[in-house]
Nanobody, 124 residues
Framework: QVQLVESGGGLVQAGGSLRLSCAAS????????MGWFRQAPGKEREFVAA????????NYADSVKGRFTISRDNAKKTAYLQIYSLKPEDTAVYYC?????????????????WGQGTQVTVSS
């Protein structure tokens, strides 16, 4: 089992950058693929990015390609989401999640563990 805690969210102006972190507890972090999702008010939770257990494979939603970068540091048991060129439509609660699959997954239902989320608000 793994517990996840996100941090790094905040209020930023459009065009700005943020780095979200997802700290994991438990000894088996390296055996999980990790994903980032987001949920805006009144909308369903949507896939943003995912990374394989060793960082060798990544997957991004089309809407964030070229602006978001997912990474992980297994020694620190932490996953990251670097966000550049923020847009107002990026405003959402961002969640990290872990899946027992070792390759990146894109569906909410494929993830077993979730953090509590961190709010990102982008002002225009």
């Amino acid at each position: 089992q793994v517990q996840l805690v996100e941090s790094g969210g905040g209020l930023v102006q459009a065009g700005g950058s943020l780095r979200l972190s997802c700290a994991a507890s438990g000894r088996t972090f390296a055996s999980y693929a990790m994903g980032w999702f987001r949920q805006a008010p009144g909308k369903e939770r949507e896939f943003v990015a995912a990374i394989s257990w060793n960082g060798g494979s990544t997957n991004y939603a089309d809407s964030v390609k070229g602006r978001f970068t997912i990474s992980r540091d297994n020694a620190k048991k932490t996953a990251y989401l670097q966000i550049y060129s923020l847009k107002p439509e990026d405003t959402a609660v961002y969640y990290c999640a872990a899946t027992n699959a070792i390759v990146p997954r894109v569906a909410v239902r494929e993830y077993d563990y979730w953090g509590q989320g961190t709010q990102v608000t982008v002002s225009s």
